[in-house]
């Protein structure tokens, strides 16, 4: 099953990835289409991307519009969409500044420099231990990767930076045996995603925001994959009322541009990073915040978090439903429309292929989990449609 266009893209671009055997052309609602025609019901969402559904026509006119406008200025001068998008994002989140970066990775780096920075303001130089998350993920960079759990990303690249311990997640004594003088932050995803899909505990959050009010250490929230409504909540936190000192946002955050933002509290505000401490040529731009903007608008029009507070039931009630009947799957983890199930004697990476057979996309996370993490415009009939194509599979 050769394809001219695969043969001609793993001749040029770097194997990083073990793709996906499908060239996909076009986008519509929760479909994808691929170059033969094949029609796919998306339950992948580009990872957690693609909220509004594909081509969405507010949205992509929303796009046109700024690219016939304005694309790039630099960060040396103001724009009208990078002020509307920042206070749409404050508004949403009630925490305090935005800062735009191009990426997840990227606002990880900045939350980092966040904490350093705060804790070198206040206390000085011997302060500046973070305490991370074993089954974390975080990104790719070297600072992000520094507080990933995942010892196959990290080895290759160490040493990465100093100073980061490992705890277990939703285990507050593990956390509490982590801090000592030298702590600065907690980072932590509020819903672990690439780890296999597994929501902090209320007892956790809170065990470990008493602990950074305690210790006056930063409490960092990846927001990345669970933020953006995907919950069921706006922000993941807010359903728990634990509210971060620093918030990190991309995926959904522009619904298929390239951007992402870190947000910080009161706390950090304007106790960390100061004129010259962070930079970024196109971070923010007006582009790219026409789409934040805009997407934000969209959210509010089409009641996108209301409707996932329905539809993330009726999936977790199907999902259920499967657990009872097969005896490989072991458990249905998640919130909302970030589910996973985990897959117990039986290769996972033969399920996701024999779904794009059905015209079905599907993702994995970690090595036995099945993530469902669709666009949040998906309907109890596609969630109907995708369990069927999914028992085929089975
Ligand atoms: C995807 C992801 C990242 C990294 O984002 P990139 O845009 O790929 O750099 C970080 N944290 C979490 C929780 C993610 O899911």
Redesign the pocket.
């Known amino acids: 099953m050769s394809n001219p266009y695969i043969e001609e893209a793993e001749e040029a671009i770097l194997h990083t990835y073990n793709r996906y055997q499908i060239v996909l052309d076009r986008g519509e609602g929760v479909h994808l289409y691929d170059v033969n025609g094949k029609e796919y019901l998306d339950f992948a969402a580009g990872?957690?991307v693609q909220s509004l559904g594909y081509n969405n026509k507010e949205y992509t006119q929303a796009l046109k519009d700024q690219i016939d406008k304005l694309t790039h200025i630099s960060n040396l001068y103001y724009s009208v969409p990078m002020a509307e998008a920042a206070e749409k994002v404050k508004k949403a989140s009630r925490l305090e500044k935005v800062f735009f970066t191009n990426?997840?990775?990227?606002a990880?780096e900045g939350a980092l420099k966040v904490a350093r920075k705060y804790s070198y303001a206040k206390y000085g130089e011997d302060r500046y231990e973070i305490v991370a998350m074993n089954h974390s993920?975080?990104?790719?960079s070297l600072g992000?990767l520094s507080v990933t759990g995942n010892e196959k990303y990290r080895k290759p690249f160490e040493p990465l930076i100093g100073g980061v311990r490992f705890a277990d997640y939703n285990d507050l004594e593990s956390v509490k045996s982590q801090v000592n003088e030298k702590t600065c932050a907690i980072i932590l995803?509020t819903v672990q995603?690439?780890g296999g899909i597994y929501p902090a505990t209320e007892e956790f959050l809170k065990g470990v925001k008493a602990l950074c009010e305690e210790k006056d250490l930063i409490l960092i929230l990846?927001e990345?994959?669970?933020g953006m409504g995907r919950t069921g909540y706006m922000f993941a936190w807010q359903e728990y009322g634990v509210e971060p000192d620093v918030m990190?946002c991309?995926?959904a955050l522009g619904c298929g541009v390239p951007v992402?933002a870190f947000v910080l509290g009161k706390k950090v505000a304007d106790a960390s990073l100061a004129p010259g401490d962070h930079g970024t040529t196109y971070g923010g731009n007006p582009f790219v915040c026409a789409a934040v903007s805009k997407v934000f608008d969209l959210y509010e029009k089409e009641q996108i978090v209301d409707h996932v507070k329905k539809v993330g039931g009726y999936l977790e009630q199907k999902l259920n439903a499967l657990v009872e009947k097969y005896d490989f799957l072991k458990e249905r983890r998640g919130k909302g429309l970030i589910q996973g199930l985990e897959v117990e004697g039986r290769p996972i990476g033969e399920i996701v292929n024999r779904g794009l057979e059905e015209g079905l996309i599907i993702i994995t996370a970690g090595s036995n989990v099945l993530r469902f993490v669709p666009p949040l415009v998906v309907t109890e009939a596609d969630v109907d449609e995708m369990i069927a194509k999914l028992e085929k599979c089975f």
């Open positions: 990872i957690a990426s997840g990775t990227e990880i993920f975080h990104g790719r992000a995803e995603g690439e990846d990345i994959q669970c990190t991309a995926k992402g």
